[in-house]
């Protein structure tokens, strides 16, 4: 058996403070100045030096916008907020979700058996996670990058999504139709547009079985259906913060739409940026996976 896996995905198991370690070091342009930790957020533009990420979520959490003193960067092309730069944390939560997702789950054996069957490999063992198999896993939260840095590419037309340790993706931002003829993917076909200076953006033509959330003991994981369709609301308070949300419709799992937490992220200098984190075989991950499968044979026989 051979499976992809991401390195980064096992340290991001163990804990967020590994998280940090792994990210403290320069740019490949030796510049200190330009790593992740290595600036002065004090100066309105990036976190402070050696700032964990539980004293940057409580910072971003008391944090009160001011447009005046930080104005919000304007494109050239439409004059709309500029949304590219580094964003870190991307999963400080300034508002709940209204409801848990599992609540808004439709119940019945065909749902549980929908969600136990078209879940990845044996999902109550802990190393067949999406994660772990190089598939999106933050869908519910537009793949930003979680407890590590998030950076965003932003031109006429176009937005890109680069999470540092994960899946990029495009958003395509006019009044185009979508091309129906596109085969479902992990990511969807993501298609935005303005409501004043809010863009947002919908989602569709997902791959059956995407990952909303995790399981939980016996509960399978919150697994969606082809029929998935995810709006985000991305929306610049000021030129040092970007909040975002979403919510998810899914008529065939769902019993109506869920929306998420109110994410903020602060922005970083213009000169930050993100490491690469390249998806390939682990082979301590692989033998695991492959003495638990075995394992579970025994069982069944």
């Known amino acids: ?45 990036a976190p402070l030096v050696g700032e964990s990420r539980e004293a940057a979520a409580k910072r971003l959490l008391g944090y009160t916008p001011d447009p005046d003193k930080y104005p919000i960067r304007r494109t050239p092309w439409d004059k709309k907020p500029y949304f590219g730069g580094v964003f870190w ?94 085969k479902p993917s992990y990511m969807g076909d993501a298609l935005a547009h303005w409501e004043a200076d809010t863009l947002v953006v919908e989602t569709t033509n997902f791959k059956d079985g995407m990952w909303l959330g995790g399981p939980a003991g016996n509960r399978p994981p919150q697994t969606a259906s082809d029929a998935l369709r995810v709006v985000e609301r991305w929306s610049i308070p000021d030129g040092r913060m970007l909040e975002y949300r979403v919510t998810v419709y899914d008529d065939k799992m769902l ?26 075989e682990d082979p301590v991950l692989v033998k695991m996976e492959e003495e638990y499968q075995a394992k579970q044979k025994e069982k069944a026989q």
């Open 1 to 45: 058996m051979s499976m992809k896996r991401p390195v980064i995905a096992a340290v991001l198991v163990c804990a967020s403070s590994l998280v940090a370690i792994a990210q403290i070091r320069p740019d490949n342009r030796g510049d200190k100045d330009a790593s992740i930790f290595g600036v002065d957020w004090s100066k309105g533009e």
């Open 89 to 182: 944390p991307s999963d400080v939560e300034l508002a709940r979700a209204p409801v848990p997702l599992e609540t808004v789950y439709k119940k019945g054996p065909e749902i549980q058996a929908r969600r136990e069957s078209i879940a990845l490999a044996t999902w109550t063992n802990g190393f067949s996670r999406p994660m772990f198999n190089c598939v999106p896993s933050r869908i519910v939260e537009g793949n930003t990058a979680g407890p590590i840095s998030t950076q965003v590419v932003h031109g006429p037309g176009l937005m890109a999504v680069f999470p540092e340790a994960g899946n990029y993706r495009l958003i395509r931002i006019d009044s185009a139709p979508r091309n129906t003829a596109r």
């Open 255 to 280: 019993t109506g739409p869920w929306t998420g937490p109110t994410l903020r992220m602060g922005r970083m200098r213009n000169d930050a940026v993100i490491e690469a984190q390249p998806c390939f």
